[in-house]
């Protein structure tokens, strides 16, 4: 399908918050799930040890190739995956009980071991 090139961040701001918190010794690639070339050139060429990633899961689109994705990362030798997905309380992102069905679906991210913990974000950052 098409997607809107406004989903993805700016190439002027990829990694400047991971380098701002971690320092420059860390070493990041920019990942769209959609392109699969991409994709086998991050499995090729990088093979991450560590996925991370923040606020992923908006559309129901974006779930079967961020799984697909995650799982080819696996098979390259990424041994850990942190997803991070801050939500208000109350609050229901519309692809997120499907992301949550498909990662605990007996065989998804190559088999590995799902630990899904869920939190409520308190405070919004204002003076609340």
């Known amino acids: 399908g098409t997607f809107d090139a406004d989903r993805l961040i700016p190439k002027n701001l990829f990694g400047a918050n991971l380098a701002h918190n971690i320092g420059s010794t860390t070493a990041t690639k920019h990942l769209d799930w959609h392109d699969q070339v991409n994709v086998m050139r991050v499995y090729d060429d990088f093979q991450p040890e560590i996925i991370i990633g923040s606020d992923l899961v908006y559309y129901l689109a974006d779930t079967p190739p961020l799984i697909q994705t995650i799982d080819i990362l696996l098979k390259?030798?990424?041994?850990?995956?942190?997803?991070?997905?801050?939500?208000?309380?109350?609050?229901?992102?519309?692809?997120?009980?499907?992301?949550?069905?498909?990662?605990?679906?007996?065989?998804?991210?190559?088999?590995?071991?799902?630990?899904?913990?869920?939190?409520?974000?308190?405070g919004s950052g204002s003076d609340d």
Do not use: I, Q
């Not at 041994?79 to 991070?84: R, S």
């Not at 609050?91 to 949550?100: G, H, Q, S, T, V």
């Open 76 to 122: 390259s030798g990424a041994t850990d995956v942190l997803l991070v997905l801050p939500l208000p309380p109350n609050a229901e992102r519309e692809a997120l009980p499907d992301f949550r069905s498909r990662l605990l679906e007996s065989g998804a991210l190559g088999g590995c071991k799902v630990d899904m913990k869920e939190m409520v974000m308190v």
